[in-house]
């Protein structure tokens, strides 16, 4: 790999301690060259600290740090790699990193740690990215998910996936190609049967893959409806009833109101989609814009009904753009006397489920939050979540794809040669999951996202 890296691991800012990591050939002999400890890293066993200062090119003294290094592969990046432990704040690791850098290491790119523990074989590749995952986790239930993928848990489904694909293919290739040798002939329902099996366990791991991202990222939530009929109510009845700490999502539409709060460890993140109706000017133009790409983004969609009024034709226009998406129907008011029943709204849309609350009262307010948790991510038990990222996920779902086409195109009578090419293709997107065909640009892609000094 090409050289020493560094960079400062720790966040920026002021904290206790901050730890410039170095890795590569030659991290120990780098670090001993500017750090004074009673005995030098060199004549240290790895792993264990040192005590003593770090100095600049007079030898004067930057900091009081602890010093340690690892032996490869028995290090982070699976390479000979070094810590300076400094004091926090930005000055003191900002001043221990450029003395690395001026003794010959090359500041890491984002990433460039946990790419090197995938190149060095320390990771596979769905490991490596599940460490993004706990960086970013915002609840103890997405840690524990994304814990679980860097201990291999997704990287062994998807393994065993991948294994029995290469098997089915080995026995058609072999067929294909060695008609006359002494190989059993392939049964067209055996193998299809075994194909089958592979595209129901490639279901279940996007089920698993669906319900970590909930995890992760919690469920988008729209609330909809008319003016007036409680929509803020709502909202603040959720917001005040959870007992979790309530924060603002970062890099959300900014006219739109979102907030996050979690309901039995899931995050729901609710979207208020105020205004959806004719725009009477540019800005409210925009306004609906969002509101609507909101509304086609969230998992799902509460639609909040005054259920003390009579239903209005404007009413009638939100029920026909719920139609065909994950919806509730929440008939609020019901502290006043309910005009609006319950199988009135059935009969407007027969697929969503219907509730009937007071935002007032808060009558009502946790079996809504049950049924959309319930509504979007029922069917995955949330035990059985994975860490994924996007790319994983499509990977997955494209080759569910693939293998659905293959059973088609067999069912069809469509020959052997057809069906292990796309079979073939199926595996190499399973592949590009575990990085076993991952390519540079691949890599480029997914490490990038990392912070530097990871
Ligand atoms: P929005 O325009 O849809 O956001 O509606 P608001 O939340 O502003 O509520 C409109 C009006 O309905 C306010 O006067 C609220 O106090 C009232 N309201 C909202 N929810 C309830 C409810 O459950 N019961 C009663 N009686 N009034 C409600």
Redesign the pocket.
Known sequence: MDGLIAAISTAWGESGIAIVRISGDGSRNLVDIFFRGGVALAQTPPRFMRHGFITDQDGQEIDEVLAVWFRGPNSYTGEESAEIHCHGGTVAARRCLERCLALGARLAMPGEYTRRAFLSGRLDLAQAESVIGIIRARSDESLRSAVKSLRGSLSERVGEIHEEMLEISVLGEANLDYPEEDIPPLDPGAFSGRLALIGEKLRLLLSAARSGRFLREGIRVAIT?????????????FLEESRSIVTSMPGTTRDIIEEVMTHKGIPLRLV?T?GIRSPRDEAEHEGVLRARAAMKEADIRIW?I?G?EDLTGEDIGIAEELRGTCHVVAI?????SLVVTESRMKEILPLGDVII?????R?GIEELKDLIVLSVAGRTSLEEDLNTTERQVEEMKRALELIMQTLDALGRGTGLDAALDSLNEARACIGRILGVSADEFLLDRIFSSFCIGK
């Open positions: 409806g008319r003016p007036n009929v409680g929509k803020s109510s709502l909202m603040n009845a208020d105020a909040v005054d003390s609020n008011k019901s502290d006043l609350i007071s935002a007032a009262t009558a």
